[in-house]
């Protein structure tokens, strides 16, 4: 079996045709789209540096710095052992010690990204950004702790100023795009796919997600021309075949439809909106 691409479309499928749910905040899977919830895991080992009362005062006395500095290398030290439980609490110690310590901050910031505590890591890099905001080896790990903690505006904000500075990968103008898909900036994000198939022709994903973002700007021939390319390049991408099923079930072709989410359904028996689609198709069959 021909192996699939390890991601999910991020279009919306929009309503069905005969249903008016402008109103309705209670949508089934299918119409709320393929968005896969991200659940975040806690890490046992979650300091959070002390509300210090000298956080917004002067500069801290040479006492504080030099105690703050010797918690610094104490914590790097660890860290280099990636011993990163053991590094949090001498961070946490240097910022509540010295809390302008970009170095210390930034230190923390990494310590947490480690241990996938993604809010605390999020949260130490950008008092990196206040303190200095034109530090940009931050950027990068904001942009992608926004994007895994589901904060769209944020990572839209970081993607955009890190690739305007550095040269960006091919997965980061891909997460660029899902986030402003997630800001429904389709036009932007469409263009961002552009992108990506001038240098990749057979990029699936990019080319998968910018169907969808044409069927969520209700341009339906261009979803259906692009979700059909998709599948010349990859007969069996179920995404592809749902989404043009419901393409064409948008543009008024029934027919089409429903052979499309036959077709899904075949491929995906138990899949995550199996039970919408076949409820879908009896609709269909149901006006016929």
């Not at 046992?44 to 210090?52: E, F, G, V």
Request: hydrophobic share 40%; glycine share 4%; proline share 6%.
């Amino acid at each position: 079996m021909t192996q699939q691409p390890n991601t999910e479309p991020l279009y919306k499928e929009p309503r069905f045709p005969q249903e008016d749910t402008r109103h309705d905040v209670t949508v089934t899977p299918i119409r709320r789209g393929l968005k896969q919830r991200i659940t975040h895991r806690k890490h046992p080992a979650r300091i959070t540096p002390k509300k210090s009362e000298h956080h917004d005062a002067q500069r801290p006395s040479p006492q504080r710095l030099e105690a703050s500095t010797q918690a610094l290398q104490t914590g790097k030290g660890f860290m280099q052992a990636l011993q990163w439980n053991e590094a949090i609490p001498y961070l946490s110690e240097a910022v509540d010690l010295n809390p302008k310590s970009v170095a210390a901050w930034h230190a923390l910031g990494q310590a947490y990204h480690a241990l996938d505590v993604h809010e605390l890591a999020f949260d130490a890099f950008q008092e990196v950004l206040r303190l200095d905001p034109f530090n940009a080896s931050v950027l990068k790990p904001l942009a992608n702790l926004s994007e895994t903690l589901r904060v769209w505006d944020k990572a839209v904000h970081y993607f955009q100023r890190f690739i305007s500075l550095f040269e960006a990968s091919e997965s980061d103008y891909f997460a660029y795009a899902v986030a402003l898909e997630h800001q429904e900036r389709y036009a932007d994000a469409i263009a961002v796919y552009d992108t990506l198939v001038a240098k990749d022709a057979k990029h699936l994903p990019a080319l998968n997600n910018r169907a969808g973002c044409y069927m969520n700007l209700n341009e339906y021939e261009q979803a259906i021309a692009g979700f059909r390319h998709v599948l010349r390049l990859m007969p069996n991408f179920s995404r592809a075949i749902l989404g043009l099923a419901i393409a064409q079930d948008m543009a008024g072709q029934p027919a089409h439809a429903i052979l499309g989410y036959h077709r899904y359904l075949h491929l995906q028996p138990s899949g995550g909106h199996a039970q919408t689609v076949q409820e879908r198709l009896e609709e269909l069959r149901s006006v016929r």
